[in-house]
Every structure is written in C-alpha cells, then in structure tokens.
C-alpha cells in the first residue's frame, strides 16, 4: 500500500508561486497514477490536477489551467505541482492522491490520500 506525504505549502501573497511536493513510499511508483485535490474551508473535496503512470497524460481543472503544472519524478518517487499566479480563491488544504492505473488517461478516482498541506494565499 502506497504512503503519500505532502509538504511545500505556506503563506504567499496573491501572484506568488509555491511548489508542492507529494513523496510516496511502500509502493511502485509508476504503477500508480498521482492527482492533487483540494478542499476550501467549507466546501468539498475539488479535484485539481492529475498525471498517468507515465507522465505522459496530464489533466486540470479549468480553474487552474494556464497556472498550475503537475509533473512527477521516477527517480525521486515524487509528484509536484507547481502553483504560479496564485489567487486568494486558490487558498485551500491540498491533497496528493494516487490510485493503481497504467491507464493513458488520468483516472477519476483515486484510492490512496495524503495528510494534507495547507496554502494560503493573501490579497
């Protein structure tokens, strides 16, 4: 079973970047496809962005896309997302998750979840 821990998040202000990371333990890397989610205070769950097995399948939400970057290292066993224009909306607890897939095309659901890392993002 596959562990996922989260770091890189913090305060930034509206503009800023921030890198998140998502290493992963206890499983084979690239057997799995690896998606970051997040959730605002009371609000659902909302998915994010997503990467095949491969790394060769890449998908994100409209409200992300031209800002956000998911990317994964084999050789490290870690998914990234790079965060760029950041916007106060934007400020959230972010989720990495993974999910068993050789699927070409980033999965829907996902089985296995981090902790969570918090982004703040000021005005």
């Known amino acids: 079973q596959v562990q996922l821990v989260e770091s890189g998040g913090g305060l930034v202000q509206a503009g800023g970047s921030l890198r998140l990371s998502c290493a992963t333990s206890?499983?084979?890397?690239?057997?799995?496809?690896m998606a970051w989610f997040r959730q605002a205070p009371g609000k659902e769950r909302d998915f994010v962005a997503a990467i095949t097995w491969s790394g060769g399948g890449t998908n994100y939400a409209d409200s992300v896309k031209g800002r956000f970057t998911i990317s994964r290292d084999r050789a490290k066993n870690t998914v990234y997302l790079q965060m760029n224009s950041l916007k106060p909306e934007d400020t959230a607890v972010y989720y990495c998750?993974?999910?068993?897939?050789?699927?070409?095309?980033?999965?829907?659901?996902?089985?296995?979840w981090g902790q969570g890392t918090q982004v703040t993002v000021s005005s």
């Open positions: 998750a993974a999910v068993r897939s050789r699927s070409t095309i980033p999965p829907l659901k996902y089985d296995y």
């Open positions: 206890g499983g084979t890397f690239s057997s799995y496809a």
